[in-house]
């Protein structure tokens, strides 16, 4: 039976992964009742189907319950298995206790994700204390990159380029694109002191002189840690960076704060939806779904 997919309501990306997939898109009433509390109804049949869920979960609050709303009213009517498709996977960050008393919220999150799917398939997912995502998510999980799509973006429209990472844990993904595009890298140091207030440290940019600096991060939420890069790029007396991203989170100001600040472009993937989405990652992010199905 062809599987099921599901998503939140005004979801973009829903129909693009369940024409690739193949799957049918399932009808679905989910909304708000007076009180906030959320509805779900799904009017697709169930019972034995494979059903996938496509759901970046920005804003994670508010998405991953409905989300698991969705999913337990899938299980309940019957549902063979149900996959997750979340582009962008939220609660990564937390990944230690920095200080006394704080929780682990990348583990607690994983768990109470881990006990209602069944497979798991998200895009770049930030990885940093985690080698990978099964430490903390028990299921079978796909982690798929971005960095094709990104260097086919590069390649074809920045001639000379020179990759740049703001901080460390970029490095993972600045040096597979500086691979890919055949082009050197540099990376910052940052440390952060606070949600919106980091600090970056420059590396010797000598190797990057007379090319277009390319500034690649997984997230943007503040926009701080690519606000701060810009400013050191422009003070080493490198040219206005293009600035790529996977993940689209641009809380309040951000977008515009990154363009105010000398950004020459900004341009992200499209796992989480935004206008400035470029970077096409279905393909990947199928490819990877269907060997779950
Ligand atoms: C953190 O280490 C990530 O890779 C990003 O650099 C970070 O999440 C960006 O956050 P913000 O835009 O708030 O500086």
């Given at each position: 039976m062809t599987p099921l997919l599901l998503a939140l309501p005004g979801d973009l990306l829903a129909p693009r992964f369940a024409e690739a997939l193949p799957a049918e898109t399932g009808r679905l009433e989910l909304r708000s009742f007076p009180d906030g509390e959320t509805y779900v109804r799904i009017d697709s049949p169930v019972a034995g189907r494979e059903v996938v869920i496509v759901c970046s979960l920005h804003q994670p609050d508010t998405r991953a319950l409905r989300l698991l709303l969705l999913a337990a009213t899938a299980r309940d009517l019957g549902a063979a298995r149900i996959g997750l498709i979340a582009p962008y996977l939220a609660y990564l960050r937390q990944d230690t206790r920095f200080r006394d008393g704080e929780g682990i919220t990348s583990r607690y999150f994983a768990s109470i994700m881990a006990a209602t799917f069944d497979w798991l398939v998200t895009v770049d997912p930030h990885l940093h204390r985690y080698s990978n995502l099964g430490e903390i998510y028990p299921i079978p999980s796909a982690a798929v990159s971005a960095t094709k799509p990104i260097v086919e973006w590069i390649t074809a429209r920045v001639p000379a380029p020179a990759i740049v990472g703001?901080?460390?844990?970029?490095e993972q993904w600045v040096d597979e694109v500086a691979r890919g595009c055949g082009a050197p890298y540099a990376t910052f140091l940052k440390t952060r002191y606070g949600d919106r207030r980091v600090e970056l440290r420059a590396p010797d940019f000598s190797a990057l002189k007379g090319r277009t600096p390319v500034i690649v991060d997984d997230i943007i939420s503040t926009g701080g840690t690519l606000i701060a890069a810009i400013s050191g790029l422009k003070s080493a007396g490198l040219p206005a960076p293009i600035c790529i991203a996977v993940?689209?989170?641009?809380?309040?100001?951000a977008f515009d704060n990154l363009l105010a600040a000398g950004a020459a472009g900004v341009v992200t993937c499209n796992t989480v939806m935004h206008s400035?989405?470029?970077?096409?990652v279905v393909p990947v992010a199928v490819d990877a779904a269907r060997r779950f199905l």
């Open positions: 703001p901080d460390g844990e970029s993940h689209a989170l641009f809380v309040g100001d400035s989405n470029a970077i096409d």
